[in-house]
């Protein structure tokens, strides 16, 4: 019993496991195992993870749950301390927790995300009359479970996130108040899934029958909402909309470089840019132990606005109250962010990264580029990329979780054929003879051979 977490170290653990619990399902595998105790700096190697691995997985289906992921990482601090600790000496404690008894077992999932984004569709939802009896959402308990019941509030939302993806006559709404009939839910949801898959959100292991009975399977419902949610904020943090970020370019890089950097790096950039303009030290390079200090925002904050956020925060020894000075800070600037000051100091990754967002989407506090910075770094004002097909295809590529694989044009990125032959490995697996693949195409005649390859496959 001496060995026990405590409930910041809970919802710390708890926010790294749903980080890369990519599909949301409650489970992670050898991968993404191996990635999480890589970013808490508990990795050792691989044959490490597959004894941690075989240990804890009682029903060997090669995945763990977040309570046998607990195990991992005490049995490794155990094991430091003393190498003869066993899991049967594990004790494992989950009170900031929720635990539903669902049909595949008891699932846990945190509160404070539960809330926050129940509070986030609420704002973002509010005056719109087809989900008006469903607002507001109560933050506390299992009502955003509940609530996704009828499709219409996820349908609602994915519009919110990316504008136009649903047309809004093909759901099926209350009429005077009536109730909508099975029949009509279930092709609500059908509706929303597909359409949530077709922004590049994961939907494995969620269907229909799963968001009915939303209440049984929070954490599915959790992970398709937080997914939209991070879809919703990240979407338009890009150098389409926001070509001042090409000023985040690093010594030696190029523009197509910075292209094809993810948002959450781009807003680790922008956050950074921010901290070495105010001549501080101190460098973020993730949105959990960097930013649960606070120190990071409350400089960011006064670079954006310094007569209207000072940094009076600093003199607050206590994260919680520093968190809160930064929170209301925030609300002068009227950034739209629906956490708490201990989601900040608690060091969730979720909940910080959707901060972090709604400052940029509000005041990214960048200066417009003079001609010459447009002409220097070769911007085009090019809509290629903007049509549906384009669009739909490029997030659908990027939801597929391929290591190493994100593109940012779909026309572009594919040019040396290695994007298309690795996603055809992904959905057949085994189809592609790597032998025959020029893995390094630096020439026009390798990029082409690559993409003879993949027509060969497509027609077989």
Same mark, same amino acid.
Not at 91 to 114: N, P, R
Not at 133 to 157: A, M, N, Q, T, Y
Not at 298 to 316: D, F, H, M, Y
């Given at each position: 019993?001496?060995?026990?977490?405590?409930?910041?170290?809970?919802?710390?653990?708890?926010?790294?496991?749903?980080?890369?619990?990519?599909?949301?399902?409650?489970?992670?595998?050898?991968?993404?195992?191996?990635?999480?105790?890589?970013?808490?700096?508990?990795?050792?190697?691989?044959?490490?993870?597959?004894?941690?691995?075989?240990?804890?997985?009682?029903?060997?289906?090669?995945?763990?749950?977040?309570?046998?992921? =607990?195990?991992?990482?005490?049995?490794?601090?155990?094991?430091?301390?003393?190498?003869?600790?066993?899991?049967?000496?594990?004790?494992?404690?989950?009170?900031?927790?929720?635990?539903?008894?669902?049909?595949?077992?008891?699932?846990?999932?945190?509160?404070?995300?539960?809330?926050?984004?129940?509070?986030? =569709?609420?704002?973002? =939802?509010?005056?719109?009359?087809?989900?008006?009896?469903?607002?507001?959402?109560?933050?506390?308990?299992?009502?955003?479970?509940?609530?996704?019941?009828?499709?219409?509030?996820?349908?609602?939302?994915?519009?919110?996130?990316?504008?136009?993806?649903?047309?809004?006559?093909?759901?099926?709404?209350?009429?005077?108040?009536?109730?909508?009939?099975?029949?009509?839910?279930?092709?609500?949801?059908?509706?929303?899934?597909?359409?949530?898959?077709?922004?590049?959100?994961?939907?494995?292991?969620?269907?229909?029958?799963?968001?009915?009975?939303?209440?049984?399977?929070?954490?599915?419902?959790?992970?398709?909402?937080?997914?939209?949610?991070?879809?919703?904020?990240?979407?338009?943090?890009?150098?389409?909309?926001?070509?001042?970020?090409?000023?985040?370019?690093?010594?030696?890089?190029?523009?197509?470089?910075?292209?094809?950097?993810?948002?959450?790096? =781009?807003?680790?950039?922008?956050?950074?840019?921010?901290?070495?303009?105010?001549?501080?030290?101190?460098?973020?390079?993730?949105?959990?132990?960097?930013?649960?200090?606070?120190?990071?925002?409350?400089?960011?904050?006064?670079?954006?606005?310094?007569?209207?956020?000072?940094?009076?925060?600093?003199?607050?020894?206590?994260?919680?109250?520093?968190?809160?000075?930064?929170?209301?800070?925030?609300?002068?600037?009227?950034?739209?962010?629906?956490?708490?000051?201990?989601?900040?100091?608690?060091?969730?990754?979720?909940?910080?990264?959707?901060?972090?967002?709604?400052?940029?989407?509000?005041?990214?506090?960048?200066?417009?580029?003079?001609?010459?910075?447009?002409?220097?770094?070769?911007?085009?004002?090019?809509?290629?990329?903007?049509?549906?097909?384009?669009?739909?295809?490029?997030?659908?590529?990027?939801?597929?979780?391929?290591?190493?694989?994100?593109?940012?044009?779909?026309?572009?990125?594919?040019?040396?054929?290695?994007?298309?032959?690795?996603?055809?490995?992904?959905?057949?697996?085994?189809?592609?003879?790597?032998?025959?693949?020029?893995?390094?195409?630096?020439?026009?005649?390798?990029?082409?051979?690559?993409?003879?390859?993949?027509?060969?496959?497509?027609?077989?």
């Amino acid at each position: 019993m001496a060995h026990q977490f405590s409930q910041s170290e809970i919802a710390e653990y708890k926010s790294h496991f749903g980080t890369f619990d990519h599909d949301g399902d409650g489970n992670i595998d050898f991968k993404e195992l191996t990635a999480v105790l890589k970013n808490l700096s508990l990795y050792e190697n691989d044959s490490q993870v597959t004894k941690l691995l075989s240990e804890v997985d009682k029903n060997k289906n090669g995945t763990i749950e977040f309570g046998e992921f =607990l195990d991992v990482v005490l049995n490794i601090k155990l094991g430091k301390a003393n190498t003869g600790a066993g899991f049967a000496k594990v004790y494992t404690k989950q009170k900031d927790l929720i635990q539903v008894q669902g049909h595949t077992g008891t699932h846990s999932f945190a509160e404070e995300e539960m809330a926050a984004f129940a509070e986030h =569709l609420t704002v973002y =939802l509010e005056g719109d009359a087809d989900v008006a009896h469903l607002l507001p959402i109560d933050p506390k308990g299992l009502d955003l479970c509940k609530k996704v019941r009828d499709g219409l509030l996820l349908s609602k939302f994915i519009n919110v996130a990316v504008k136009d993806t649903i047309d809004v006559r093909a759901l099926n709404t209350r009429k005077g108040g009536k109730e909508l009939s099975l029949f009509q839910i279930n092709e609500n949801q059908t509706l929303s899934i597909s359409s949530a898959k077709s922004i590049g959100v994961k939907v494995t292991n969620i269907g229909a029958s799963e968001l009915i009975e939303g209440e049984k399977s929070p954490h599915l419902v959790l992970g398709l909402v937080w997914q939209l949610v991070k879809v919703h904020l990240l979407n338009s943090i890009n150098l389409k909309n926001h070509p001042e970020l090409v000023r985040l370019l690093e010594e030696g890089e190029t523009l197509a470089d910075l292209l094809k950097l993810p948002p959450e790096q =781009l807003l680790l950039r922008w956050l950074n840019y921010h901290l070495k303009n105010a001549k501080h030290p101190k460098k973020v390079t993730n949105w959990s132990s960097d930013v649960k200090d606070s120190e990071a925002y409350t400089i960011l904050l006064n670079q954006i606005s310094p007569a209207v956020c000072g940094k009076e925060a600093l003199n607050k020894s206590d994260p919680v109250e520093r968190a809160t000075i930064v929170l209301n800070n925030s609300k002068k600037l009227e950034v739209k962010a629906p956490i708490k000051p201990r989601d900040i100091a608690s060091g969730n990754p979720r909940l910080n990264l959707i901060f972090a967002a709604a400052v940029f989407n509000q005041c990214p506090g960048l200066d417009p580029l003079t001609q010459e910075e447009i002409a220097s770094a070769g911007l085009m004002d090019d809509d290629v990329g903007d049509s549906r097909e384009e669009r739909a295809f490029r997030m659908w590529i990027n939801s597929l979780g391929i290591e190493d694989l994100y593109i940012t044009n779909l026309f572009e990125d594919v040019t040396d054929g290695l994007v298309l032959l690795k996603v055809l490995d992904h959905v057949a697996p085994g189809i592609v003879s790597w032998k025959q693949v020029e893995k390094n195409p630096s020439n026009k005649f390798k990029k082409v051979s690559n993409n003879n390859y993949v027509v060969v496959l497509v027609n077989n």
